[in-house]
C-alpha cells in the first residue's frame, strides 16, 4: 500500500508499504520531517524530473554495514599505505553533494533523483549539524571522491558517494567505517545491495533489528503505534 501524505508531520506504518520499499508520497522535504524520516529508517528517493512530489521508501530489509565488519581488500590497503590520497571529514560538503549530484552525467540520466530541491534539503541539514561528509582529496588538492549522509542515532545513513578516481568512494568508505568505530557508531546504512558494498562488508538485517539498534525507544513507540502513524 502505498500512502498520500499531507502537511501533517507523520508517516504510516513502514510494514504497510510495498514491498519494494515505497510506503508514501507528498510531503515536504523540510528539516523536520526528513528527521522523522530517517528516526524510522525511511528515505526520500524519487525521480525529480518526474514525480512532482517526493516519494518516500522503507524497505524491511536493509542493507548495512557494521563498522568492525568492514572488508578491506589487499588493493585498498596498498592504496591506503601510499598516502597518495588525503580524507577528510565535513570540510567540502557542498563539493561532494554536487560530486554526488554531477559525476559521469548522473544528473542527466533518466530518473536521476539528487536534483536541486535534494540538494537543497540536504545543505540545511548539514549547516544544522544533521548531516555530513567524507571527502577524498588528491595531492593537488582536488576533491576526486566522497560520500555523504545523515546522521541519525549512532548511525549513519549512507546516501550517495562518488567518484573521479578509482576507489576513492571506497577510500571514504572505509575512514568513515574506522571513525564510526572509534566513537561507537553502530552501522552505515547503505539503503541499497552493491556488488561493491557487499564485497565491503554489506549484509542484510530485518527491519525488526535496524530499528531496534537505530532507535530503541522510537522501536517500542513503532511497535505499539496509533491509528495516527508514525508522529514526533
Request: hydrophobic letters at 40%.
Amino acid at each position: 500500500m502505498v500512502f498520500q501524505l499531507s502537511e501533517e508531520l507523520v508517516f504510516p506504518d513502514p510494514y504497510l508499504g510495498e514491498e519494494d520499499g515505497l510506503l508514501a508520497i507528498g510531503g515536504d522535504l523540510s528539516e523536520e520531517r526528513l528527521l522523522l524520516a530517517y528516526s524510522y529508517g525511511i528515505f526520500p528517493w524519487f525521480s525529480f524530473r518526474d514525480w512532482p512530489h517526493p516519494a518516500w521508501y522503507c524497505p524491511l530489509k536493509r542493507f548495512v554495514i557494521f563498522p568492525e565488519e568492514i572488508h578491506i581488500s589487499h588493493s585498498m590497503r596498498t592504496m591506503m599505505n601510499k598516502t597518495t590520497y588525503r580524507v577528510s571529514f565535513n570540510t567540502d560538503f557542498d563539493g561532494v553533494i554536487e560530486g554526488c549530484s554531477q559525476v559521469d552525467g548522473r544528473y542527466y540520466q533518466n530518473g536521476a533523483w539528487l536534483g536541486e530541491e535534494m540538494i537543497t534539503a540536504y545543505r540545511h541539514l548539514n549547516r544544522q549539524g544533521y548531516a555530513s561528509s567524507v571527502e577524498v582529496w588528491n595531492a593537488q588538492n582536488e576533491l576526486v571522491g566522497g560520500l555523504y549522509g545523515v546522521l541519525s542515532g549512532p548511525c549513519f545513513i549512507g546516501e550517495s558517494m562518488f567518484s573521479r578516481v578509482p576507489n576513492a568512494s571506497k577510500l571514504a568508505l572505509i575512514h568513515l567505517a574506522k571513525l564510526l568505530q572509534r566513537l561507537g557508531g553502530k552501522f552505515i546504512d547503505c539503503q541499497l545491495e552493491t556488488a561493491h558494498l557487499k564485497s565491503m562488508g554489506g549484509r542484510f538485517i530485518s527491519y525488526d533489528d535496524y530499528l531496534s539498534i537505530l532507535n530503541p525507544r522510537g522501536y517500542a513507540s513503532l511497535r505499539h503505534h496509533d491509528e495516527h502513524g508514525l508522529q514526533e
